[in-house]
């Protein structure tokens, strides 16, 4: 496995970003971020592009489209295995995406509070984060995913061993991780609107 190169980190959790993004950059991986991630990582010294100049497309939409491009799908999703996707990825400018570092809007949170309304509860709907983490989850031989800030000591414990690369074990149990996630995220946004009932 070779070493990761460039991650994308955006994340509603901030927990321990700061000092994971330091290990990262200190390991030379090119850092990817979007709106709070990254302005947090640049306040602190962190070096960071922001995706919107990586896919030469502005956000847009009241942040609605920021990370839902090719340059960023295809970079996690292409197998590095096929040289096929590798002949695809180098013809229309798609660079490898190693590591995805996402945790989705907090909807749960935002639907009980006193006062949130159907349109709060919808904006509250992250449909980029959950689009990035099946994309790296079902791509696990070459990406590494990670959802929770409790793991990054044992992403740091692994590329020091592994010479900047990840476990495949690894890898798969994180991906697992991701879909549990994503199951119960639906399952929350999906026992809302039934109990909420059609906006009249």
Do not use: W
């Given at each position: 496995?070779?070493?990761?190169s460039?991650?994308?980190?955006?994340?509603?959790?901030k927990?321990?970003?700061?000092?994971?993004?330091?290990?990262l950059?200190?390991?030379q991986v090119?850092?990817?971020s979007?709106g709070g991630?990254?302005?947090?990582?640049?306040?602190n010294?962190?070096?960071?592009?922001?995706?919107?100049?990586?896919t030469?497309?502005?956000?847009?939409?009241?942040?609605?489209?920021?990370?839902?491009?090719?340059?960023?799908?295809?970079?996690?999703?292409?197998?590095?295995?096929?040289?096929s996707?590798?002949?695809?990825?180098a013809?229309h400018?798609?660079k490898?995406?190693?590591?995805?570092?996402?945790?989705?809007?907090?909807?749960e949170k935002a639907?009980?509070?006193?006062?949130?309304?159907l349109?709060?509860?919808?904006?509250?709907?992250?449909?980029?984060?959950?689009?990035?983490l099946?994309?790296?989850a079902?791509?696990?031989?070459?990406?590494?995913?990670?959802?929770?800030?409790?793991d990054?000591?044992?992403?740091?414990?692994?590329?020091?061993?592994?010479?900047?690369?990840?476990?495949v074990?690894?890898?798969?149990?994180?991906?697992?991780?991701?879909?549990?996630?994503t199951?119960?995220?639906?399952?929350?946004?999906y026992?809302?609107?039934?109990?909420?009932?059609?906006?009249?």
């Open positions: 496995m070779k070493r990761i460039r991650a994308v980190l955006s994340v509603t959790d927990s321990g970003l700061v000092e994971f993004a330091k290990f950059a200190e390991h090119e850092i990817l979007t991630t990254a302005k947090l990582l640049r306040e010294g962190v070096p960071v592009m922001e995706v919107s100049d990586f030469g497309f502005p956000e847009m939409l009241d942040g609605r489209v920021k990370t839902l491009h090719p340059k960023i799908h295809g970079g996690i999703l292409g197998r590095r295995d096929l040289a996707h590798q002949e695809q990825m013809a400018g798609i490898p995406i190693d590591l995805v570092v996402v945790n989705l809007y907090q909807f639907v009980a509070k006193p006062g949130c309304t349109d709060d509860a919808i904006e509250n709907i992250d449909i980029g984060g959950p689009t990035m099946r994309a790296a079902k791509n696990y031989q070459a990406v590494t995913v990670v959802v929770d800030p409790a990054y000591p044992l992403i740091m414990s692994e590329m020091k061993l592994g010479k900047g690369a990840t476990n074990a690894t890898r798969y149990n994180l991906a697992a991780k991701v879909f549990k996630l199951h119960e995220y639906d399952g929350a946004i026992r809302y609107l039934t109990e909420k009932g059609p906006a009249c």
